[in-house]
Nanobody, 124 residues
Framework: QVQLVESGGGLVQTGGSLRLSCAAS????????MAWFRQAPGKEREFVAA????????TYADSVEGRFTISRDNTRSTVYLQMNSLSPEDTAVYYCAARPGYNLYTSNSSYNSWGQGTQVTVSS
């Protein structure tokens, strides 16, 4: 069973940066693909970014492309989300997710392991 623990959230001003971390444990073959999702108040959870095991393949939501970067360090069993040029629209609880396999998916239902989330608040 995969366990995921997010950290790194907080309060930042518009234009600022944050780096989120997701520490993973459990069978490596159950976390071949790692992803970040987010959920703003009153909205549905939405896809942010995903990365394959080797880190060579990534995909991003249009809303964060060019500002966010997903990466992973398998020696530390950790996935990161570097967030730059933050705006109030990025305010949300950010969740780490994992699934087995190699293909990247953007739907919530494709991931079977989830963390508890970390709050990111961007002030204007």
């Amino acid at each position: 069973q995969v366990q995921l623990v997010e950290s790194g959230g907080g309060l930042v001003q518009t234009g600022g940066s944050l780096r989120l971390s997701c520490a993973a444990s459990g069978p490596a073959n159950n976390r071949g693909v790692m992803a970040w999702f987010r959920q703003a108040p009153g909205k549905e959870r939405e896809f942010v970014a995903a990365i394959n095991w080797g880190g060579a393949t990534t995909t991003y939501a249009d809303s964060v492309e060019g500002r966010f970067t997903i990466s992973r360090d398998n020696t530390r069993s950790t996935v990161y989300l570097q967030m730059n040029s933050l705006s109030p629209e990025d305010t949300a609880v950010y969740y780490c997710a994992a699934r087995p396999g190699y293909n990247l998916y953007t739907s919530n239902s494709s991931y079977n392991s989830w963390g508890q989330g970390t709050q990111v608040t961007v002030s204007s």
